[in-house]
């Protein structure tokens, strides 16, 4: 069993990473709300991160009827719900929910 300081010493660090870890966000929050990348990041990324999701969810799909078909419609709809609503997380789960329901229930 460890020694008692050596608990406390561990303990110590433990508390000090973990403040620090929260502590240093808020520390450079500042400087970079008012940094030209940052705001070009903050509206460029969304639609680069669709677009990766993308290419690696339609990297495998075979060209059967049966598999490209079900792809095709949802990448139709999420790109579709994406310029209607300009909403991430609704064109993500709608673009599943069509994949997942012509996948397995209608071209099952």
Do not use: E, K, Q
Not at 6 to 23: E, N, S
Not at 44 to 73: E, Q
Not at 77 to 83: D, E, F, M, N
Request: glycine share 6%.
């Amino acid at each position: 069993m460890p020694d008692v300081s050596y608990l406390l010493a561990a303990l110590a660090v433990i508390m000090g990473v973990t403040f620090a870890l929260r502590a240093v966000p808020f520390a450079v929050i500042a400087p970079l709300r008012s940094s030209a990348l940052v705001h070009y990041l903050g509206a460029h990324m969304p639609v680069g991160i669709m677009l990766i999701l993308a290419v690696y969810t339609l990297r495998n799909v075979s060209m059967a009827p049966a598999s490209l078909v079900p792809a095709g419609v949802a990448l139709t709809v999420t790109v579709g719900l994406h310029l209607w609503r300009s909403h991430a997380l609704l064109s993500i789960v709608g673009g599943t929910a069509a994949y997942m329901v012509l996948a397995n229930w209608v071209f099952s």
